[in-house]
């Protein structure tokens, strides 16, 4: 299995409270992704980064940044949580070249705003 | 724009018996990759095979296969001797050349009963 952890596993949080979610890797990968996953809506990009530093938005990005200040780490903040917001959170990491070219995911968090 | 269909939201088989899901696909590109992702009760994406677009070989592990119609734009697993473990969701997903982003279906929800 692919090193990835994502912190919290579980988060509960009030409407217009910030909150941040970390996904942590040891594979060394290039690539880094942000999806959330909803009921009828399949897997949604929201952020990925192609290095450090280096980031951009995917088709649902509104209402949420990231930040990667080191290979292993993309931080997702959401800036002011809404209940809309409540949706379980994917990270996902990819390599450069062949092999390692597909997405391997972390565990998900599981977010709820009340 | 490239899109991906799954359109069979809910399929059921029965513990040993072989089971087609379907997925087609929409694209411009020559040079793609195509994926089968499987999403089991714990949540947990897991890649279960790819194939490449300029392969005419159909990829297959284990008891996992995949029926790829190019020229069709047609991409199906193939399960075999399904087990109950199997019990999971099934997403597709479509990768054109070097853009990494993943295009996904919405997946398709596959029961194995006893």
């Known amino acids: 299995d692919a090193g990835i952890t994502q912190s919290p596993r579980h988060k509960v949080t009030e409407t217009g409270t910030p909150v941040t979610l970390r996904c942590h890797q040891t594979?060394?990968?290039?690539?880094m992704y942000w999806y959330r996953q909803d009921p009828g809506h399949g897997l949604r990009l929201i952020h990925y980064s192609y290095g450090v530093k280096d980031t951009d938005k995917g088709e649902v990005s509104d209402g949420y940044s990231v930040s990667r200040s080191k290979t292993e780490d993309f931080l997702l903040t959401l800036e002011s949580a809404t209940s809309s917001q409540t949706s379980v959170y994917f990270c996902?990491?990819?390599?450069?070249?062949?092999?390692?070219?597909?997405?391997?995911f972390g565990p998900g968090t599981r977010l709820t705003v009340t | 724009a490239q899109t991906v269909t799954q359109s069979q939201p809910e399929m059921s088989v029965q513990e040993a018996e072989t089971v087609t899901l379907s997925c087609t696909y929409d694209t411009s590109e020559s040079n793609y990759y195509l994926f089968w992702y499987k999403q089991p009760p714990s949540r947990q994406m897991i890649l279960v095979i790819r194939?490449?677009?300029?392969k005419q070989q159909n990829a297959t592990e284990n008891r996992f296969s995949v029926n790829f119609q190019k020229a069709a734009k047609s991409f199906s697993l193939k399960i075999s001797d399904s087990q109950l473990g199997d019990t999971a969701m099934y997403f597709c997903?479509?990768?054109?050349?070097?853009?990494?982003?993943?295009?996904w279906g919405l997946g398709t929800s596959l029961a194995v009963n006893p």
């Open positions: 594979e060394n990968h290039r690539y």
């Open positions: 194939q490449e677009a300029y």
């Open positions: 997903a479509f990768r054109a050349g070097n853009n990494r982003k993943l295009i």
């Open positions: 996902a990491i990819s390599g450069s070249a062949p092999p390692h070219y597909e997405q391997y």
